[in-house]
């Protein structure tokens, strides 16, 4: 049982576009929401996150979006750049210290 | 360094075998995870430690699984007999308090772990 998906395996936007990387939940208790960045053969690394109070937060390029009714958040980024190519994670917490995580959407930025 | 630093990058083990992956967490960091990584999924928890003190090993897969952090600062994850289903990434991470909305957590590039 999947309480966080990301139903988008690969994605693939052109440089200077938006990309837009969207996630789902289940569990209504979850009151943090987080994405990281993942490059290959490293670790993940965080980027922003938002509160289950807030519906947007944003950091620069990157603006989180959250849809509680929904139970729906995604992550825009724009404008889009090369260097932006990774594996993007959602995680939600719980308990104030577990993570539960998506299994990743792997974004390309094409030049 | 300044980060988490997890050792052996990379592990091969024979099955039932016994192996033992260490975490040094960035300094000062009062909070410590391990979480597991199978390809091509999320990361999965597996404990937590604030500490010394093991606050919550419900992630463990089974009682081959043991982790302690026994002076609160380097932890250890052993996992004896290892069975293939073990190969997986194994994250450590660390926070400098409770990981809330002002405590980032910081993550170390993983433990690589092949059972044959």
């Known amino acids: 049982d999947q309480q966080v998906k990301q139903n988008s395996p690969s994605l693939s936007v052109q440089e200077g576009r938006i990309s837009i990387l969207n996630c789902d939940y289940t569990?209504?208790?979850?009151?943090?929401f987080l994405w990281y960045k993942k490059y290959p053969a490293e670790g993940p690394t965080f980027l922003i996150s938002?509160?289950?109070i807030k519906d947007k937060n944003e950091d620069g390029r990157f603006t989180v979006f959250l849809n509680k009714s929904a139970k729906h958040l995604s992550l825009h980024i724009v404008p889009s750049q090369p260097g932006d190519s990774a594996v993007y994670f959602c995680?939600?917490?719980?308990?104030?210290?577990?993570?539960?995580w998506g299994a990743g959407t792997k974004l390309i930025i094409k030049p | 360094g300044a980060g988490v630093s997890q050792s052996p990058r990379y592990k091969v083990a024979k099955r039932g075998q016994d192996v033992a992956l260490r975490c040094d967490p960035i300094s000062g960091h009062v909070s410590l995870f391990w979480y597991q990584q199978a390809l091509g999924q999320g990361p999965e928890f597996l404990t937590y430690?604030?500490?010394?003190?093991?606050?919550?090993k419900s992630g463990l897969p089974s009682d081959r699984f043991f982790a302690e952090r026994p002076e609160g600062s380097v932890s250890t994850l052993k996992i004896q007999r290892t069975q293939q289903e073990d190969s997986a990434v194994y994250l450590c991470a660390s926070s400098l308090a409770l990981p809330d909305s002002g405590n980032t957590i910081y993550f170390g590039e993983g433990s690589w772990l092949t059972v044959v």
């Open positions: 569990n209504s208790m979850f009151d943090y």
């Open positions: 995680a939600a917490s719980l308990y104030n210290y577990q993570l539960i």
């Open positions: 430690f604030q500490n010394e003190a093991q606050l919550d």
């Open positions: 938002i509160s289950s």
